[in-house]
Nanobody, 121 residues
Framework: QGQLVESGGGSVQAGGSLRLSCAASGATYLNCMGWFRQTPGKERERVAV???????YYADSVKGRFTISLENEKNTVYLQMNSVKPEDTAMYYC????????????????WGQGTQVTVSS
């Protein structure tokens, strides 16, 4: 059974930076890893995802500010968040899928426990 363990959330002022990490263990093969975020009363939103082969996709709201990267040997995915804004405040979840980096969160088989990111103005 696969497990995802996140770290790196916290509080930061607008314009600052944070780096999230997510380490996967126990899963046989994960072709896609990435990050979703959710605020109360809203649906979970795909922020950034990356394939093992290197192709990455970003939400329009974070393009140019966030960078996702994958360390294949460690099965670890990172999200470097720069120039953060108050609207980036959310619970961030690591997700992984055996095949496709879908926009639909229900297609992801593995989820982390979530890490809170709070951006103050």
């Amino acid at each position: 059974q696969g497990q995802l363990v996140e770290s790196g959330g916290g509080s930061v002022q607008a314009g600052g930076s944070l780096r999230l990490s997510c380490a996967a263990s126990g899963a046989t093969y994960l072709n896609c890893m990435g990050w979703f975020r959710q605020t109360p009363g809203k649906e979970r939103e795909r922020v950034a995802v990356i394939y093992k082969g290197g192709g990455a996709y970003y939400a329009d709201s974070v393009k140019g500010r966030f960078t996702i990267s994958l360390e294949n040997e460690k099965n670890t995915v990172y999200l470097q968040m720069n120039s953060v804004k108050p609207e980036d405040t959310a619970m961030y979840y690591c997700a992984a899928a055996p095949l496709i980096c879908d926009t639909d969160s229900s297609r992801y088989k593995y989820w982390g426990q979530g890490t809170q990111v709070t951006v103050s103005s």
